[in-house]
């Protein structure tokens, strides 16, 4: 049959990133210090194209999935993944990510009542020739109180949720666990979020907020401390972004590693 896609285009445009996205998938995550997560994943998969190919071929996107997922590796080493893209769709780059959501039990501080709490990450990997670079994203939910607020008014203050997004980048020797990046980022904030909370848990919660206020400003600073004292990661990159439960507007603040 004609290969449709390696003919010869015309047009002398070489294309960046051309591949399939929203492939859904199983994936298996490390956990730290338990058995091994299988979460619920989408994949996008994308390779270099040059100028003289017509198109990639899709469907070898799709195969590669189904070789790793029946080796029961699918998630543990993103360069091999990338490498393999890279060899069968004859390119010089190629770039891989998972979108998924992670579970990770939380204890009420008062009542010490269990419940999961889920957050969305990705695991994000590119090759370019044979340049690899890994990053880890998270995006992690928390509680701001307005110090502002606090300040000018005779009782209460305003506070509201918050969205923590973070990607970071480290030596593939190295290794962070999604656990310690996220109760990093927790522990900036006014208050960390539950998913179970009892009313003498809500009291502790609410009462902290309060004796802890934060503005997006004071979070992300402390955030970016963080990570420039963990000599592991190589980059960040962190945005956060405050629901406001007093203006029709969020406030939102974003800061990239030099």
């Not at 370019?128 to 990053?135: G, L, Q, S, V, W």
């Not at 606090?150 to 918050?162: D, T, V």
């Not at 402390?222 to 592991?232: H, P, S, T």
């Not at 956060?240 to 203006?247: C, D, G, K, L, V």
Request: charged share 30%; glycine share 2%.
């Amino acid at each position: 049959m004609i290969d449709v896609q390696k003919q010869n285009d015309t047009r002398e445009i070489d294309i960046q990133k051309v591949g399939v996205k929203d492939v859904e998938t199983p994936l298996i995550i490390q956990r730290k210090h338990e058995s091994n997560q299988v979460v619920y994943a989408k994949a996008k998969m994308s390779v270099s194209l040059p100028r003289h190919y017509k198109g990639t071929h899709m469907s070898r996107f799709i195969e590669i999935l189904n070789d790793f997922k029946q080796k029961n590796i699918l998630g543990v080493d993103i360069r091999k993944m990338l490498e393999v893209m890279q060899k069968k769709l004859e390119a010089k780059s190629s770039y891989l990510k998972f979108d998924f959501k992670y579970f990770i039990e939380k204890i009420a501080p008062v009542s010490k009542m269990k419940s999961l709490m889920s957050y969305d990450c990705f695991f994000e990997g590119t090759l370019d020739e044979n340049d690899y670079k890994f990053f880890l994203g998270v995006k992690v939910p928390v509680t701001t109180l307005c110090p502002c607020s606090k300040e000018i008014s005779k009782a209460g203050a305003h506070n509201q949720r918050a969205i923590v997004k973070a990607k970071i980048s480290y030596n593939e020797d190295e290794h962070i666990w999604l656990e310690d990046l996220i109760d990093d980022i927790e522990t900036c904030a006014s208050s960390p979020l539950y998913s179970l909370l009892k009313r003498e848990d809500e009291k502790f919660v609410t009462e902290s907020a309060y004796d802890n206020p934060k503005f997006v400003e004071d979070i992300i600073r402390d955030v970016v401390l963080k990570f420039e004292e963990n000599k592991i990661i190589k980059f960040y990159e962190v945005e956060i972004e405050a629901q406001e439960s007093i203006h029709n507007h969020n406030a939102w603040a974003y800061q990239k590693s030099k």
